[in-house]
């Protein structure tokens, strides 16, 4: 091990850090992850489908910024942070794993890397990170991002998915590299939290994450595909869906469009080339 001594704060909680970034991998980033590819996947069954599901995470209101920064943004820039420190080498770690040559280790390293680049991408082009106006205006909408509009989910969010190929080829591996880093993490989570040591025992658990991450890697590219695989007729007919919905859940007073209508499609943004034919309809 190394000398803890010169490495300060961190050097000194080595224990607890990597404790906390070992848990919130898996609690609650991991479990986060597996729940979005779900709900990303049911898109396959229909676009009212993806919409009904994507209205029950919206209709948390002004609660929802809260509970997305407390359990996805806070602990996923935590685990970020210290898994760049950890690659850097700025958490003591030499010799700590038998597996430290392994190609694995490696991979869990490079798949982080693909997975900070890809989230902030991602959630910059769907979400724009913050809602402050301003923040959407001057920031993110000059290049194309913030596209999602939660009231026309799938229309949007295929819309951005298909912005160019480099864009939908870089989801595809995105996603897959956040699936590997979790299955992979899985496995190395046992060793770090003292559950399989023998190697008997530690390649049992790695058949376990093996077929968990088949599973998980068949779900996302289920997700990517119900996407990137609709076509322009697809995706306008979806948005006449979105929109009829729309107009149903105003008529009912289940939708308030003074207070909501941000959250169309078109808001702040040019309609693109495949919703233009629909503008007339609004
Ligand atoms: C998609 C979101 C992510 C999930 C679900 C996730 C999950 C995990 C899990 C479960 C582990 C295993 C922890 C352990 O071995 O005890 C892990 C390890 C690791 N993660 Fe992530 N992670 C994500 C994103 C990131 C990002 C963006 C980075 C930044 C580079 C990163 C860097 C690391 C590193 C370096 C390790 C290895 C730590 C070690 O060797 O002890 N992760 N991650
Ligand atoms: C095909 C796969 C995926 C699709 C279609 C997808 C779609 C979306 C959409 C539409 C949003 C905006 C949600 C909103 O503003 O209400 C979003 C947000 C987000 N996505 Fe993904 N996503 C995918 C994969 C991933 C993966 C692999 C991660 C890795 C952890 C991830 C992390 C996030 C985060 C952190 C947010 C912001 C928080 C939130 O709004 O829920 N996504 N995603």
Sequence with gaps: MTDHASTGFLGRNEFLIRRLHSLSGLIPVGAYMVV???VNASVNNGAMTYQKAVDQIHSLGIVLPLVEWLFIFLPLIFHTVIGVMIIQGGLPNTGRYQ???NIR??????????AMVFILFHVLQMHGLFHFEWWLDAVV???GGARFA???ATSTAAEAMQ????VSLFYLVGILSCVFHLANGLWTMGITWGVWITPAAQRRAGVVCLVFGIGLALVSLGAWSGFTMLSDEDIKAARQLEDRRIEERVKSGDLDLERDG?????????????????AASE
């Design 141 to 143: 909408r000059p290049w």
């Design 99 to 101: 597996y430290g040559a």
């Design 36 to 38: 979005h590819l779900v």
């Design 262 to 278: 941000h959250k169309r499609a078109g808001h702040g943004h040019d309609e693109s080339a495949v919703s233009q034919g629909d």
């Design 105 to 114: 280790y490696t991979m869990q390293r490079a798949s982080g890397m693909v």
């Design 150 to 152: 939660p009231l026309n």
């Design 163 to 166: 912005q160019s190929v480099v």
